[in-house]
T-cell receptor, first 116, second 116 residues
């Protein structure tokens, strides 16, 4: 089975530009999570979805960040406008309520974002 | 409130030594789940194990073993005969079984360096 797929793997952009990160969860998983990891703040949950519906977006830093999940196989995290302090590794993860796999999250390879 | 504490920020050992990574958690839930993840230098987050609160059996997988003790709210991870490939950051995480909550509460991680 294919794991969680994220694109791009690396993104370098200039301050003020719009950035869109993409994620394809594991097929059949009904939960999708977006995380940000920095040295200073560690691993932070930004938002998560269940069956394409946002459940908790309390971790989204500010209005510049938005996330969508138009269908079960695709999600985006958008930053507009981007700022240097948004530089981080952004992970997407998915999980399933199937028996025996309760709450385990499986992570994509991450997108390393650098905002100049 | 839920909390995960990994008191060891960094550990350095010599190859073939045994090493234990500590994890202490706090929760008021009666049913919960504990996890360990590995993040090698390549950056991906790899799921290692899930333990249910109602199953206190210790688990062994090759050189890895996990000791879950509800009495001390600990879920420690031991690597026997460590190898250089074990060098990584290891995260402990906690999840409750409450409602639709699928958030993981993460520790700050323990960076393990195994030196040849």
């Amino acid at each position: 089975d294919a794991g969680v797929i994220q694109s791009p793997r690396h993104e370098v952009t200039e301050m003020g530009q719009e950035v869109t990160l993409r994620c394809k969860p594991i097929s059949g998983h009904d939960y999708l999570f977006w995380y940000r990891q920095t040295m200073m703040r560690g691993l932070e949950l930004l938002i998560y979805f269940n069956n394409n519906v946002p459940i908790d977006d309390s971790g989204m830093p500010e209005d510049r960040f938005s996330a969508k999940m138009p269908n079960a196989s695709f999600s985006t995290l958008k930053i507009q406008p981007s700022e240097p302090r948004d530089s981080a590794v952004y992970f997407c993860a998915s999980s399933s309520r199937l028996a025996g796999r309760y709450n385990e999250q499986f992570f994509g390879p991450g997108t390393r974002l650098t905002v100049l | 409130a839920q909390k995960v504490t990994q008191a060891q920020t960094e550990i350095s050992v010599v190859e073939k030594e045994d090493v234990t990574l500590d994890c202490v958690y706090e929760t008021r839930d009666t049913t919960y789940y504990l996890f360990w993840y590995k993040q090698p230098p390549s950056g991906e987050l790899v799921f290692l194990i899930r333990r249910n609160s109602f199953d206190e059996q210790n688990e062994i997988s090759g050189r890895y073993s996990w000791n879950f003790q509800k009495s001390t709210s600990s879920f420690n991870f031991t690597i026997t005969a460590s190898q250089v490939v074990d060098s990584a950051v290891y995260f402990c995480a906690l999840s409750s079984n409450a409602g639709n909550n699928r958030k993981l509460i993460w520790g700050l991680g323990t960076s393990l360096a195994v030196n040849p």
